[in-house]
C-alpha cells in the first residue's frame, strides 16, 4: 500500500521561506507527474506546482519566481521551495502522486504553512 509523507510546514514571517518535502514509500515515482496542492479556510484546493516525470514544472500565478517544485527520483521524493513567502499563502499544502492509465493516485496528509505579517 502506497502513502506519501510531507515533512517542511510551519510557521514563518513573510518574505521566510519553507522547503516542504514529500516522500513516497511503496510508490514507484519516477515515471509519473507529481504536484503539490494548497487549501486555505474556506477556499477551494488549488494547484500550487507541477513537475512531469520528464522534469518540466508549471506553477500557479501567485506563487511564479517565488516558489520552485523538483524531484529526486534516486531518493523516490519530491520537493516545494517556497521563498518570499506572503501571509495569502498560509494553508495547508498536500502532495500529490498523480494517476495513470493503470495506477491510482495518491495524496499525502497534509502539513500546515502558517505565514505570519
Known amino acids: 500500500q502506497g502513502q506519501l509523507l510531507e515533512s517542511g510546514g510551519g510557521l514563518v514571517q513573510a518574505g521566510g521561506s519553507l522547503r516542504l518535502s514529500c516522500a513516497a514509500s511503496g510508490i514507484i515515482m519516477s515515471f509519473r507527474d507529481v504536484d503539490w496542492y494548497r487549501q486555505a479556510p474556506g477556499k477551494q484546493r488549488e494547484l500550487v506546482a507541477l513537475?512531469?516525470?520528464?522534469?518540466?514544472?508549471n506553477y500557479a500565478d501567485s506563487v511564479k519566481g517565488r516558489f520552485t517544485i523538483t524531484r529526486d527520483n534516486a531518493k523516490n521524493t519530491f520537493y516545494l521551495q517556497m521563498d518570499a513567502l506572503k501571509p495569502e499563502d498560509t494553508a495547508v499544502y498536500y502532495c500529490?502522486?498523480?494517476?495513470?492509465?493503470?495506477?491510482?493516485?495518491?495524496w499525502g496528509q497534509g502539513i500546515q504553512v502558517t505565514v505570519s505579517s
Open positions: 500529490h502522486v498523480q494517476p495513470t492509465l493503470d495506477l491510482r493516485a495518491y
Open positions: 513537475i512531469t516525470s520528464y522534469g518540466n514544472t
